[in-house]
Structures are given as C-alpha cells and as structure tokens.
C-alpha cells in the first residue's frame, strides 16, 4: 500500500441498506477524516480523528458513525442508508491535527443510494 | 455563520495567467490552504498560508490578508494539465478544515 486507499471504489445502494466504507493509510498519520463531496458544495466533514482510540463529530455526522481501533484504519459505516447520503466520500489523513499540517486524501468512493 | 466564497468558474488560455480569488468568514483562523482537484480525482496540496503576504512555490503562488479575510491563488504559464477545480480551504478555532465550493478553471488552447 502506498499512501491512502479507500474500497470500495464505486458503489449502488438500496436504500435502508447498512454499509461500511473502507479507508487504509500506510503513513503511520495521527490524523483522519472523512468528507462527502456534493456538487456545487464544498468538502463536507462528517467525522473525524486526532488519535487511535479517538473520533469526534464534523460538521454533518447524523446517519454515519465511525471508529478507529487502530492508527491505519478509519471505517465509516452507514447504519441505514437515505437517498440524500448519495455522494462522494473522501478519507483523508495528516500526521496530525495542528493546523500547518496539509491532508492527504485517498482517491475517494462514489455512492449511490437509491 | 462560516462562509467560503470563490467564483464558480473561470476561463484562461494557455501560457497566460490566471488569479483565482477567495474570501472568507470564519470563527478562527489557523491558516489558508489551497488544493487542486482533478476531474473524478482527490484533491491534492498546492499551498498554505498562515501569515500575510505572498508565498511562491514554481508556477503557482498564494497570497493572504488576514485583516481582509482574502486570498489568492496566482497560476503563471498555464498549460493544459491546469484544467482543473481549486479548492480554498480555512482551518478555524477547532482546527478543522471549512472548504470553498471550488473554481472550475478552463484552459483554453
């Protein structure tokens, strides 16, 4: 594995379907992040961690929950899934959490939820 | 509220240069970056900005006025592989990133 990788790369949904996004980092990052893309709309944040062991609330977290046993993986699971949760989803990652530090972003998972 | 305004779109034409603009309202400043995002692809780093004044990195520069809550991104000699979005982002008070919508900027032979 070279840097971030998010699986699945694409997928289609029934809605009411549960479903875990998939996201790796090989760079021994502190930090990560999950984002959804929407046109017309920036990078949303919808969870995020400073630490292993650590996960907090960004900025649209309801319907999605995460976790983070370890310092490669950040899972984001769709307990249920709506329509309106039809987007791109970005993981990201930085070495940590102060404000100089640049995200590296995996190459993203389409979803479609129907 | 926090608000990240930049245009929507932009056109420029090859080996000319283009100044992409950004203006913000945030609670806190930590600092602005810049990414670029290429059709169907993550975004990727260009700059960041913490103090006032102009940072120079090759063909791409970044300015800020803090006091203005104003940045741009400067691109000198535009080629064809600069066909892409920008993405103005602020880290506010809690660090976290809050993003502009993007620029979709269209080079032109």
């Known amino acids: 594995i070279a840097g971030i990788t998010q699986a699945p790369t694409s997928q289609i949904l029934a809605a009411g379907r549960r479903m875990t996004l998939r996201c790796t980092q090989d760079?021994?990052?502190?930090?990560m992040y999950w984002y959804r893309q929407d046109l017309g709309l920036g990078l949303r944040l919808i969870h995020y961690s400073n630490t292993a062991g650590t996960t907090g609330k960004g900025e649209v977290p309801d319907g999605y929950s995460v976790s983070r046993a370890n310092t490669d993986d950040f899972p984001l699971t769709l307990a249920s899934a709506v329509p309106s949760q039809t987007s791109v989803y970005f993981c990201?990652?930085?070495?940590?959490?102060?404000?100089?530090?640049?995200?590296?972003f995996g190459p993203g998972t389409r979803l479609t939820v129907l | 509220g926090q608000n990240i305004d930049q245009p929507t779109e932009m056109t420029a034409t090859e080996g000319a240069i283009v100044q992409i603009n950004c203006t913000y309202q945030?609670?806190?400043?930590?600092?602005l970056f810049w990414y670029q995002q290429h059709a169907g692809e993550a975004p990727t780093f260009l700059s960041y900005n913490v103090l006032d004044g102009l940072e120079e990195k090759g063909r791409f520069s970044s300015f800020l006025s803090r006091s203005k809550g104003y940045s741009y991104l400067l691109l000198k000699e535009l080629q064809m592989k600069d066909s892409a979005s920008y993405l103005c982002?602020?880290?506010?008070?809690?660090?976290?990133?809050?993003w502009g919508a993007g620029t979709k900027l269209i080079i032109k032979p």
């Open positions: 990201a990652s930085s070495p940590g959490q102060e404000s100089y530090n640049e995200q590296f």
């Open positions: 760079m021994r990052h502190n930090a």
């Open positions: 982002a602020v880290s506010t008070s809690n660090y976290q990133l809050i």
């Open positions: 945030t609670s806190g400043f930590n600092g």
